[in-house]
């Protein structure tokens, strides 16, 4: 018989599940997901495929799949490891989602072009030197049905407003955590045993669900506290749309930079080295996580490597309209951030229908 996991702390599900919102409790409410079509994602490469030999880029929409489940099938279509299938990051299941794989060339032509598997068709191949490796893509365009809207319609347009210059709390969705937050009570059972997961994937779920819940602790911090969205002494600074970070010093010009939306404040994702921040964006962090001293040297002996998190989120070309009571929406965001977290702080959305989602934007 499989053991069962260990709980975890009501603090961790109130971090992880149900974070505090920048613009407080909306006065709306809907629903998202009722099918497929209502959630659409699609991934933004940001580079073009480059002729190489050694690999074919495939650009693929699912529809109700799971992302893992479409690269085994590309696996045992051209005959290789799904090891060795290539993508750019988990997309939600229920959804129509159009994503990138990467599959090795083999001796078998799989003729890939019109392709079709369980949920999933191939629109496109092209030759490309390189595996895709996660997170190795520009963002994410979504376009969003959100039903049944009752409520304060204005709350919701000041809110889309809002968000659109402000941004949001850049918080890691539900998805990270596992339906009910069974990522976490993984993180619970490691810390209790000393034990990874064997299997790679529930592996990688726990050390991601591990650093996610320590990244949005620090934010829910900075949310209640009001800081989320301004620079503290000693932050460390994020370049929007690129991992570039640097520690501010105070120089003229980086907060008119954070105001356009240039520049963002970071929290945590720990682990072995990486920067650290100074005087008071440093107490705040050493405040916040005092209860996770353990969690984060856990991280680090599993050799993790540290990296920084952009606090605030801009959703771009944010665009909404109003068709029969249902509110439909359009933006892109880049790539780690979550649609959810820009839907949170308009209404509440509950999705109807499905499975458990995977991931709404990597």
Do not use: C
Not at 47 to 70: C, I, Q, W
Not at 184 to 190: F, I, K, S, Y
């Amino acid at each position: 018989m499989t053991e069962l996991p260990a709980a975890f702390p009501d603090d961790w599900r109130d971090a992880a599940l149900h974070p505090t919102r920048a613009l407080g409790p909306p006065a709306a409410s809907g629903t998202i997901k009722a099918a497929p079509a209502d959630f659409i994602v699609e991934e933004q490469l940001g580079f073009e495929p480059d002729g190489g030999s050694a690999h074919v880029l495939l650009r693929v929409e699912k529809t109700a799949a799971n992302t893992l489940a479409v690269g085994r099938a590309l696996a045992r279509h051209a005959g290789v490891r799904a090891a060795d299938v290539g993508f750019a990051g988990l997309k939600d299941r229920q959804a129509v989602a159009t994503q990138w794989f990467s599959v090795p060339v083999s001796r078998i032509d799989p003729g890939w072009k019109g392709l079709q598997g369980a949920g999933f068709t191939v629109l496109e191949a092209h030759p490309h030197s390189r595996k895709l490796r996660r997170g190795a893509l520009a963002g994410n365009r979504f376009r969003i049905r959100i039903g049944q809207v009752a409520g304060a319609v204005e709350d919701v347009e000041a809110r889309l407003a809002a968000a659109a210059v402000r941004g949001v709390p850049n918080y890691f969705g539900s998805q990270r955590f596992g339906a009910g937050g069974s990522n976490l009570a993984r993180v619970a059972r490691w810390l209790e045993t000393g034990r990874l997961p064997d299997a790679r994937d529930d592996r990688s779920f726990t050390l991601s669900a591990a650093r996610s819940l320590v990244f949005n602790t620090v934010l829910d911090t900075r949310v209640q506290d009001g800081s989320w969205d301004r620079l503290l002494t000693g932050e460390i600074v994020n370049l929007d749309g690129s991992r570039s970070v640097f520690l501010a010093d105070g120089s003229d010009g980086l907060e008119d930079r954070l105001a356009q939306g240039d520049l963002h404040p970071t929290g945590p994702l720990p682990g072995r080295g990486g920067m650290a921040p100074a005087a008071a964006a440093a107490q705040l962090e050493t405040e916040a996580l005092e209860s996770f001293a353990s969690l984060v040297e856990a991280l680090i002996t599993a050799g993790v490597d540290a990296e920084r998190r952009a606090l605030r989120v801009v959703p771009r070309e944010l665009e909404w309209a109003w068709q029969d009571g249902d509110l439909r929406m359009s933006f892109l965001l880049p790539r780690g951030a979550f649609a959810t977290a820009v839907l949170r702080e308009v209404l509440d959305a509950a999705a109807v229908v499905g499975g458990p989602a995977e991931r709404d934007g990597v």
